[in-house]
């Protein structure tokens, strides 16, 4: 079963615009991250936030995290062709001795040279 | 360092015909494990080991799924008899021993089943 919802579901922008995506999960969680998927490097880990975390950085990316509102963005700025892929929210949630990555419908985008 | 390596790539089968995939995951990386994405979703956990023990198989069908890993480093999955819905990428990945962890990914077996 899919934890999180992602919003868009399709986003199209053209290069060096900023892309925001969006990620809504159900259960409580310990951390959120996010992935990028694309036919040339499979999926890839992009960014971790934990659940006392509202915002983290890590070079073009700014990732938000809103526990009351169970819900987290991504920005891209800057956006490259590159950057052209699919991304997911997935998130960790604890109990007893399991950690289990629950993902998200995915966003794809496409950024336009 | 190399990722995880999975084979083959693409399968194309008939339903009713078995199928198995492999996985060797990133060397010292103790847990490993196995998704499926089917198109348009998210990958979805099939089952987890952590070293030799699988401890989260709550999600694999085990009427016709099964999974291995022996000596606690390369992987398995196998699929008998295939469906058709069964048609699905199937992703390996492996982590290390942390509670904050980040999953590796293989780049994943496209199967076909017609």
């Known amino acids: 079963s899919q934890q999180g919802e992602e919003d868009p579901q399709a986003l199209s922008i053209q290069e060096g615009e900023n892309a925001t995506m969006n990620c809504s999960y159900k259960?409580?969680?310990?951390?959120l991250q996010w992935y990028r998927q694309n036919s040339g490097r499979g999926l890839v880990h992009l960014i971790l936030i934990r659940s006392n975390e509202r915002e983290k950085h890590s070079g073009r990316l700014r990732v938000t995290l809103d526990t009351s509102k169970k819900s987290s963005s991504l920005l891209i700025t800057a956006s490259r062709a590159a950057d052209t892929a699919s991304y997911f929210c997935a998130t960790v949630t604890y109990g007893g001795a399991t950690n289990k990555l629950i993902f998200g419908t995915g966003t794809l985008l496409a950024v336009q040279p | 360092e190399a990722g995880v390596v999975q084979s083959p790539r693409y399968k194309i089968i008939e339903k009713k015909q078995p199928v198995a995939f492999w996985c060797n995951p990133i060397s010292g990386h103790n847990t490993l494990y196995w998704y499926r994405q089917n198109l348009g979703q998210g990958p979805e956990l099939l089952i987890r080991?952590?070293?030799?023990?699988?401890?989260?198989d709550s999600q694999l069908p085990k009427d016709r799924f099964s999974a291995e890993r022996l000596k606690g480093v390369d992987s398995t999955l196998k699929i008998q008899p295939a469906e058709l819905g069964d048609s699905a990428v199937y992703l390996c990945a492996s982590s290390s021993l942390s509670r904050q962890r980040e999953q590796y990914f293989g780049p994943g077996t496209r199967l076909t089943v017609t």
């Open positions: 080991y952590e070293n030799e023990e699988a401890v989260d």
């Open positions: 259960t409580s969680i310990n951390n």
